[in-house]
Each structure stands twice: as C-alpha cells, then as structure tokens.
C-alpha cells in the first residue's frame, strides 16, 4: 500500500536551517508529483511547495520562497524540503502528500524554530 513517511524534523534556532526527508513506498514514484504542506496550531493545512514528476518543475508559497528548496530523489523514492533562514512563524507540523486515486498524506514531521 502507498506509505509516506517524513523524517528530519527537530527543533532549530531562527535563521538555523533543516532538511526534511519524506520515503515514499508502495506505487511508482517517478511518474507522481509531491507536495509538502504544513499545520500550525490552531490553523489550517497550507501547501508549501510542490515538485513534478520529473523535477524540472517547483512551486513555492509566497512565505518560503528564496529560503526553502524541494528536490527528490527518483531513483531513492525519497523527496526533500530543504529549509534555511528558518523562522518563529514556520513552526508547525510538516506533511509530505502525493495524489493517486485521492490525497496520500504522511504522519508528519514536527519543526520548531525557537531560542
């Protein structure tokens, strides 16, 4: 069955930076594009950046853009989030999602930017 699951979250400093990793199993992941979305508390899942298929193609919401990067890996199944010159405010739950037939989400993964 299709199985997501995140890794590399932690807590970090502001300005520090982290690279979430999302292994992804059970369908064929080169021909599927990804997304990473996030939670904070008490508000609502926001999408964070996207990547197609092939790679050749990203997308970022406008309050990461020029600080986070999304890349995969084809050939490890895996995709990326690489986080830099983090902030207070993008502290939440990060959440790896793909679409088959309907939304596969991970477990997600807790980030926390805080002195």
């Known amino acids: 069955q299709v199985q997501l699951v995140e890794s590399g979250g932690g807590l970090v400093q502001p300005g520090g930076s982290l690279r979430l990793s999302c292994a992804a199993s059970?369908?064929?992941?080169?021909?599927?594009?990804m997304s990473w979305y996030r939670q904070a508390p008490g508000k609502e899942r926001e999408l964070v950046a996207g990547?197609?298929?092939?790679?050749?193609?990203?997308d970022y919401a406008d309050s990461v853009k020029g600080r986070f990067t999304i890349s995969r890996d084809n050939a490890k199944n895996t995709v990326y989030l690489q986080m830099n010159s983090l902030k207070p405010e993008d502290t939440a739950v990060y959440y790896c999602?793909?679409?088959?037939?309907?939304?596969?989400w991970g477990q997600g993964t807790q980030v926390t930017v805080s002195s």
């Open positions: 999602k793909t679409v088959l037939y309907r939304n596969y």
């Open positions: 059970g369908f064929t992941f080169s021909t599927y594009a």
């Open positions: 990547i197609t298929p092939a790679g050749d193609t990203t």
